[in-house]
């Protein structure tokens, strides 16, 4: 009993050390790409700021699924989900009362994308020519088509949206006001504080709601 308890105390450790290894790892490498890009970033470089060998990067992941594990993490606190509402950001939003559900929307989604946009950025530009970046960026994509689309539902559900035939065409409309992009361009390009992004945004929403 002894030893076997014994074996799984030595199992957990390792596989917390591993956890934390590859935390250590990913976030090493999120820093470097935001830094400096996908191409200028090597495994080494990677290893060196993590602190471990770069057989131990090699072995806890490609330079492909670095960046998009740094992305993910990055921007939701989670990798792989299939919704927002699986990770930090959007997890609880559907049990929220109808007059703070869509500003808490806006304000998780623009804190997301000030923490990740650099790293989105980098995503988009890997993807022209790793065909595994760009298979994930299909995916991530996919499922931010998915996700607006379930909110414009929600929206209307709460009457807090004009019902129309193609709630498509505002779900791609929200998705587009509330992109990396369009945080990069208005606050890390042309200079606008937090507050007055917010205020351009809850307004440029409000109107497509209204539409």
Not at 158 to 185: H, K, M
């Amino acid at each position: 009993m002894v030893e076997s308890t014994a074996r799984v105390y030595r199992s957990e450790l390792r596989a917390r050390q591993a956890r934390e290894t590859r935390a250590r790892i990913i976030a090493a490498a999120g820093e470097l790409f935001a830094q400096q890009g996908y191409q200028a970033t090597t495994i080494a470089a990677i290893a060196r700021v993590a602190g471990v060998s770069g057989e131990t990067v090699k072995s806890a992941a490609s330079k492909a699924e670095l960046l998009i594990a740094a992305f993910e993490m990055t921007f939701s606190g989670r990798e792989g989900a299939e919704s927002l509402t699986d990770t930090e950001v959007g997890g609880g939003v559907l049990d929220l009362p109808d007059d703070v559900f869509l500003d808490t929307v806006l304000t998780q989604i623009t804190e997301a994308n000030a923490r990740g946009h650099r790293l989105w950025t980098v995503l988009l530009g890997a993807a022209l020519s790793d065909e595994r970046v760009d298979e994930v960026l299909t995916q991530i994509l996919r499922r931010r088509a998915d996700d607006y689309r379930r909110v414009v539902d929600e929206l209307m559900a709460r009457g807090l949206a004009v019902a129309e035939d193609d709630p498509r065409r505002t779900a791609a409309a929200l998705s587009f006001l509330l992109s990396p992009e369009s945080y990069q361009q208005l606050v890390a390009q042309a200079g606008w504080d937090r507050d007055t992004y917010m205020r351009w945004l809850r307004a440029a929403v409000a109107a497509e709601l209204a539409r």
